[in-house]
C-alpha cells in the first residue's frame, strides 16, 4: 500500500478520501480503527491516528466517543469540490495555456475533449 513518495500518514488519509470519492466508504460508515490500521498495514498506531487528526481536521471523518471514527455527512462532496478546484488549478488551466502558447484554437481543445468523453463514454455502455 504504501510507496514510499509521502509519508505514510498522508498516503493513509489519501486512501481514505479516495474510498470516500469512489464509494467504497458512503456517509456515516464507520473507518478501521488505528489499532486495526497498525495492525494491517504493520505501521505504528500514532501514524495511522495522525492521519485520521488529519480527516477530522479537515471535516472528512468524525468520532463517536467509545464507538469510532466515521465518515461525515457532506465528505465526499466537499471532497469532489476540492477536486475540481485542483483539477482546474493544476491540470486544465496549464494544458489552456500550453494550448495558447502552442496557437491551438480552443474550440479544436474542446472539440477533443468532446470526442474523447464520447468515446469512453459509448465504450463504458453509457448513455447522455
Not at 486512501?15 to 495492525?39: C, F, H, N, P
Not at 487528526?53 to 471514527?69: I, N, Q, S
Amino acid at each position: 500500500m504504501f510507496d514510499g513518495r509521502d509519508p505514510i500518514y498522508l498516503q493513509i488519509a489519501d486512501q481514505i478520501r479516495d474510498d470516500i470519492l469512489d464509494g467504497a466508504l458512503k456517509e456515516e460508515d464507520q473507518v478501521m480503527s488505528t489499532t486495526q490500521y497498525a495492525t494491517t498495514y504493520r505501521i505504528n498506531p500514532a501514524t495511522a491516528a495522525k492521519a485520521f487528526a488529519e480527516l477530522v481536521d479537515e471535516g472528512v471523518l468524525y468520532k463517536r466517543r467509545g464507538v469510532g471514527m466515521f465518515v461525515a455527512t457532506g465528505a465526499r462532496a466537499a471532497l469532489a469540490a476540492r477536486g475540481r478546484e485542483r483539477f482546474f488549478a493544476d491540470v486544465l488551466d496549464p494544458a489552456v495555456h500550453e494550448a495558447r502558447r502552442l496557437g491551438i484554437d480552443l474550440e479544436d481543445v474542446i472539440a477533443r475533449i468532446r470526442l474523447d468523453a464520447g468515446t469512453t463514454h459509448e465504450s463504458s455502455g453509457g448513455e447522455s
